[in-house]
Structures are given as C-alpha cells and as structure tokens.
C-alpha cells in the first residue's frame, strides 16, 4: 500500500482489513490457484485497473498509517489506559 500498488491478499487476519475489495486489491481464497492466477491477469492486461487500485492503495495507506492517524491513536489509546486504576 505505501508503494502505491495495488494489493493480492488471501483472507488472513488484518490483511483482509486493509483491502477494500475491487478498489485497492482482491482478497482470494487460501490455496486457490485458479482466482489468484485470475487477478494477477486481470491486474496485468489493465493498466486503468492498476492505476485505480494504485492509487487507491496510496490513499488507504495515507488514511491509515499517516504519521497524524498513529498519534491519534496512540493518543486515545494512552488516554483510555490512564483513566484505568489499578
């Protein structure tokens, strides 16, 4: 994603949160060989759909993991923890 490039994930856990399907990659099946073979192909013979995904792929990333995104929440997350008593 911070590559700029479109994503091919299988359904694993946090991989599948970072993928919106068809905008910024494809999530295929565990060890299905003809789906995965399927959108490689289809992400090779487009260019459109690689430009679309790529930068779609960038702005999720941006959204995401931005210096600013991680400071918010790391924020809240301290926030919540001192409000903990022990």
Same mark, same amino acid.
């Given at each position: ?6 994503? =091919?994930?299988?359904?694993?856990? *946090? ?6 399907? *068809?905008?910024? *990659?494809? =999530? ?57 008593? =022990?």
């Amino acid at each position: 994603m911070a590559a700029s490039l479109p994503i =091919i994930c299988t359904r694993t856990f *946090g991989a599948c949160d970072l993928v919106i399907e *068809g905008v910024n *990659g494809f =999530i295929v099946e565990s060890e299905n060989v003809t789906e995965l073979v399927y959108v490689m192909r289809k992400l090779a013979t487009s260019s459109p759909l690689r430009q679309s995904m790529s930068r779609a792929s960038k702005l999720r990333f941006e959204e995401i993991f931005s210096a600013d995104r991680m400071m918010q929440s790391l924020n809240k997350l301290y926030t919540s923890l001192s409000t903990i008593q =022990i």
